[in-house]
C-alpha cells in the first residue's frame, strides 16, 4: 500500500532583493557610458586677434539691414537705394555683387527686437555664398 503525503511544498513567494540595488548600478554605468551628447552646432566664425579700426571705402561694403519683421533691407554702399528681400535671395545676391567687386563686405546690422534667428538665416546664406568679410554691428536707432 501506498502512503500519499497531501502535504504540499511551498515555494517561496519573495523575490530576492539582495542584487537589485548592484544590478540598478551596472545599468546606470552602462547608459552613461554609451550615451552619446550631441555637439552643439554653432557659428563659424573667426574673429581677429587684436580690434584695430581699419577704414573701408563705402563702395566695397553691402549693408544687409535685417528687420525685427525678417526681411533684409539691402543698401550698397553710399547709395540711398534700399532694396528688400527675404534672407533666402542673399545666397544668389552676395554671388552678383561679389562678383562685380572682389573686395567686398557683407556689414550685418541686426534690429534689437529681430529674432536671432533671421540673423542665423542670413549668416548662413552668406557662408553658403562662400563670403568671407563679413561685420556683425547691432542696428542703432
Not at 540598478?24 to 552643439?40: G, M, N, R, Y
Not at 540673423?119 to 556683425?136: C, F, G, K, Q, Y
Amino acid at each position: 500500500m501506498a502512503v500519499i503525503n497531501n502535504k504540499k511544498s511551498r515555494v517561496g513567494g519573495e523575490v530576492p532583493m539582495s542584487s537589485t540595488a548592484d544590478i540598478a548600478f551596472l545599468l546606470l554605468i552602462f547608459f552613461l557610458v554609451t550615451t552619446t551628447f550631441p555637439k552643439d552646432k554653432g557659428l563659424a566664425i573667426v574673429l581677429p586677434e587684436e580690434a584695430e579700426e581699419v577704414q573701408v571705402s563705402q563702395k566695397n561694403i553691402l549693408h544687409l539691414i535685417i528687420q525685427a519683421n525678417g526681411l533684409v533691407d539691402v543698401k550698397r554702399g553710399e547709395s540711398q537705394q534700399v532694396q528688400t528681400m527675404r534672407a533666402a535671395e542673399i545666397e544668389s545676391l552676395w554671388r552678383q555683387e561679389v562678383a562685380a567687386n572682389p573686395n567686398l563686405i557683407a556689414a550685418v546690422k541686426t534690429d534689437p527686437t529681430a529674432p536671432y534667428k533671421f540673423m542665423v538665416d542670413v549668416l548662413d546664406a552668406l557662408h553658403s555664398a562662400n563670403a568671407e568679410r563679413i561685420s556683425l554691428q547691432v542696428l542703432e536707432n
